[in-house]
């Protein structure tokens, strides 16, 4: 799966900017970024944002264990891979019918969040159990809102093309060849919004999150984020 926002919509880690710069590296615009995963994973689904970004999926090759996952509902889309071991019960809890998958319910969760209820999205978020990684935008409010597993089961990433758009899946290689070293694991447990102050953790919420940049031009990534506290978050080679 593949989400790419507007740098115009979303605020850019800087981080990743600075990763970037120090070692610089060849990137692409987030135009051939897209183009690249419809010709790589065909067939491929591409849904365009109103000029805001793009969210991009695919079926192909996909693990039964880990499958990924599409919904759209209100004008508010999800991107979801994995599986969420209590899924049962949160479709009794929003009231979902046995069909609802798991990009349905979160899509339920976050209207919940956003129009009910006086709640931190990691009220929401800590409720998920599993392994999962989810891209969601809601067009009526040009809100993003991105999230990780807290044991990082579902490998994820996220970067900055060369035209400043920032850029999220779970395919190294698809960002690396757009990102360069603006590029790095998205933090397990964590999430990101562009409406709920951008990076932060939901398993540890008063807790920081903080970059560490790579040293060892050999890394794949330029940078690794981690919650003040606990340990670094490995990159994936």
């Known amino acids: 799966m593949l989400g790419v926002f507007s740098g115009d919509l979303v605020e850019v880690p800087a981080e990743l900017v600075v990763a970037g710069?120090?070692?610089?590296?060849?990137?692409?615009?987030a135009s051939e970024l897209v183009n690249r995963f419809l010709?790589?994973?065909?067939?491929a689904v591409s849904i365009q944002l109103a000029g805001l970004g793009h969210l991009a999926y695919s079926h192909a090759n996909q693990s039964p264990f880990s499958p990924r996952l599409f919904a759209a509902k209100d004008e508010i889309y999800c991107l979801f891979q994995g599986l969420l071991t209590n899924l049962g019960s949160l479709r009794q809890q929003y009231g979902l019918s046995k069909s609802a998958d798991e990009s349905v319910l979160v899509i339920e969760a976050y209207r919940a969040l956003r129009d009910r209820a006086p709640y931190p999205p990691s009220f929401m978020?800590?409720?998920?159990?599993?392994?999962?990684?989810?891209v969601l935008f809601d067009k009526s409010t040009s809100s993003v809102l991105v999230a990780s597993d807290p044991d990082g089961r579902v490998p994820f990433f996220w970067g900055i093309t060369a035209d400043g758009c920032i850029a999220f899946s779970q395919d190294l290689d698809l960002l690396k060849g757009s990102c360069g070293k603006?590029?790095?694991?998205?933090?397990?447990g964590c999430y990101y919004s562009n409406a709920f102050g951008g990076l932060k953790s939901y398993e540890n919420p008063k807790h920081k999150v903080t970059a560490?940049?790579?040293?060892?031009?050999?890394?794949?990534?330029?940078?690794?984020?981690?919650?003040?506290?606990?340990?670094?978050?490995a990159a994936t080679h």
Do not use: Q, Y
């Open 39 to 43: 010709k790589s994973a065909s067939p």
């Open 125 to 134: 978020l800590g409720h998920l159990a599993g392994s999962f990684a989810f």
């Open 182 to 188: 603006s590029l790095a694991p998205f933090p397990k």
């Open 21 to 29: 710069n120090r070692t610089p590296s060849p990137k692409t615009r």
């Open 212 to 233: 560490v940049l790579e040293e060892d031009e050999e890394e794949v990534c330029g940078a690794t984020f981690k919650v003040e506290g606990s340990a670094a978050i």
